[in-house]
């Protein structure tokens, strides 16, 4: 299996740009999560879905910010617009529910806003 | 909320010595507890897992108890190698939540 599948692993973009990140989940995996990692406050959840639908949103910063997942094998992050203050590493994981104490990060996503 | 608090790293050990993390939470109900491992440039890896107190889990030489009644998970290793300097995380799956939350993390230098 490929694993958790992000791209692109470095943006860079300037302040007020939309930005979108990508993710493909591991095949037959159900649940997907979206992690943002930065030094100031380590690893935090941002959201969440469980066969697609999303479960907790809570911890999306604001309107900005804005998570979707199409179909079982797709979801994107998209933030819109940046501020310099989203740098961050975005990383996306995925789980099976029988092995619900499992999950599988992909690489991340290095976002630069300038 | 619930929380997980980590020892400040990095720490820095000569090869073949011992390894302790401190990992200590804070969460209502009986949560399962984690340590994943996070070497440059990739994303996390589980290591190792404990459902229920008391249990422990272990992988790769690296062992945690679950001790409910200090409310801790602690990272050790008898012997570390090179090839285990990562950061490590602690994290914590509460009672009917798939989320996970994380400890900030330690850095473990391993010198030769």
Redesign the interface.
């Known amino acids: 299996d490929a694993g958790v599948i992000q791209s692109p692993r470095h943006e860079v973009t300037e302040m007020g740009q939309e930005v979108t990140l990508r993710c493909k989940p591991i095949s037959g995996h159900d649940y997907l999560f979206w992690y943002r990692q930065t030094m100031m406050r380590g690893l935090e959840l941002l959201i969440y879905f469980n066969n697609n639908v999303p479960i907790d949103d809570s911890g999306m910063p604001e309107d900005r910010f804005s998570a979707k997942m199409p179909n079982a094998s797709f979801s994107t992050l998209k933030i819109q617009p940046s501020e310099p203050r989203d740098s961050a590493v975005y990383f996306c994981a995925s789980s099976f529910y029988r092995a619900k104490y499992e999950q599988y990060f992909g690489p991340g996503t290095r976002l630069t806003v300038t | 909320g619930d929380s997980v608090t980590q020892m400040e790293g990095p720490v820095t050990l000569s090869e073949e010595a011992f390894l302790t993390i401190n990992c200590t939470y804070t969460a209502t109900g009986y949560p399962?507890l984690?340590w994943y491992v996070q070497y440059p440039?990739?994303?996390?890896?589980?290591l190792l897992?404990a459902?229920k107190a008391d249990d422990k889990g272990s992988n790769k030489g690296f062992e945690a108890t679950y001790r409910k009644e200090t409310t801790s998970f602690h990272l050790e290793k008898g012997s570390v190698q090179v090839s285990d300097s990562a950061v490590y995380?602690c994290a914590l799956?509460a009672t009917g939540r798939?989320?996970?939350?994380?400890?900030?993390?330690t850095r473990l230098q391993v010198q030769p």
Do not use: H, N, V, Y
């Open positions: 399962s984690f440039g990739e994303g996390l890896q589980l897992k459902t995380f799956s798939r989320a996970l939350t994380f400890g900030s993390g």
